[in-house]
């Protein structure tokens, strides 16, 4: 049993730390595959409304595809980018009804939000459209934000061990959301102090964004180019986190070793 295994969590900033040890051991391969998998959204994402869908859906798998390469780095074995597929080598289906189940969470989510902006948000998300100036004045888009935040917390919970529940433990889709909410629910400190963690890097990088902004005199190219960079070094240490979050949480025992997965991506 899955419970008899959840365990508390040491501490949210060791997740981080141990996350971009994970990616210093192979970064131009950490930045290889996470260069590739932003082209392949990108592409995807060129198909309007049915590109969304696709990407949302695949999410989950993609998800289970960084935990494999980041096991296989861990246990010193041989990795190379087609591990970025690996996640839609198990469990197919499941991985599917997740994503599924994602979508359909973001849009309520996004739907519940436009009670605060008139669906301002909702139309920036799905289409790209930017709000106007007068929601930006009158403070509906961070109104509905943060009504957002609030209610896609418990959402984020369930679906953030999930995947690999589904794809390592061979959980249903939905007692993997139920045992992934409650473990997130038990470890809700660490979390806390992951959370911050994270808030606090991403105003440092936009802290930085602005130094170079101001430096660049004001050249918009070289500040999307530095942000793309930026965020291609600290994503792979975020991917890695959540490896090393899952296997705090759910220690690893003979029977949960990872070891046909990374056989089949092979």
Known sequence: MITSRVVPARNGWGWITHGFAIFRSAAPLWIAV?????LLVALVNQLQAVGMVLATVSLPAF???FMVICSELERGGRVRPSLLFAGFRRALPAMIMLGGLYLISTLIILGISSFADDGALMKWVLSGKPPGNEQLRDGSITRAMLLAGAVGTPVLAAFWFAPVLVSWDGLPPGKA??????ATL????AFTLYGAMLGLFAVLLTVLLAVFAVISGGNIEAV???GLLLTVLGMPTLFASFYVCYRDIFPVTPAREPDGEAQAAG
């Open 34 to 38: 996470v260069f590739l998998y932003w």
């Open 63 to 65: 998800s289970v595809s």
């Open 177 to 182: 959301l139920f045992f992934s909410f409650f």
């Open 186 to 189: 038990r470890n809700w400190r």
């Open 224 to 226: 999307r180019l530095a």
